[in-house]
């Protein structure tokens, strides 16, 4: 009758802690419906910030192959500057190398497949579309605005 009870108690424990469970994982779900589209984005943006988008490894290969590796370099160490520059301006600049992003609230998904330029910077306020610009027109957007602020 012991071992009965045992049996009973063990499966029940089982059969309980197999409902119970939900999947824990730390990762956010990144798929959202867009546009009767399903899209799967690298990351998902809800708040306001200034992303700094820099080229993966793929990336530079690729224009490494289309510039040139003397040429890369130069531009890489221009970016370089630019990025410098930006984040003393805008410190809560968030630095990153993924090719979709997910801005949920705005029903906007950017992908950085679409632009020649792989060193990009999103503007994004909550409650508008994010606005994308390169390095150079951000950094002139940002010292042009410290300017006149003066």
Same mark, same amino acid.
């Given at each position: ?20 469970? @939900? ?23 809800? @708040? ?33 500057? $630019? ?11 968030? $630095? ?27 503007? $994004? ?12 027109? $951000?950094?002139?957007?940002? @010292? ?7």
């Amino acid at each position: 009758m012991k071992c009965l009870n045992r049996i009973s108690i063990v499966s029940f424990s089982i059969l309980i802690s197999t409902f119970s469970c @939900t999947k824990t994982d730390n990762k956010p779900e990144v798929q959202k419906t867009h546009q009767d589209q399903k899209i799967k984005a690298d990351t998902v943006i809800t @708040t306001s910030a200034v992303l700094l988008l820099s080229p993966d490894e793929k990336e530079i290969e690729e224009i490494k192959k289309k510039q040139g590796e003397d040429n890369f370099y130069t531009i890489a160490d221009d970016a370089n500057y $630019y990025s410098a520059e930006i984040d003393e301006a805008a410190p809560k600049t968030i $630095y990153l190398n993924h090719r979709t992003i997910d801005f949920p609230k705005e029903n906007y998904v950017f992908s950085k497949d679409k632009f020649e330029d792989k060193w990009i910077v999103i503007d $994004y306020k909550e409650g508008a579309q994010p606005k994308i610009y390169s390095l150079v027109d $951000y950094h002139r957007l940002i @010292t042009e605005k410290q300017s006149s602020d003066r």
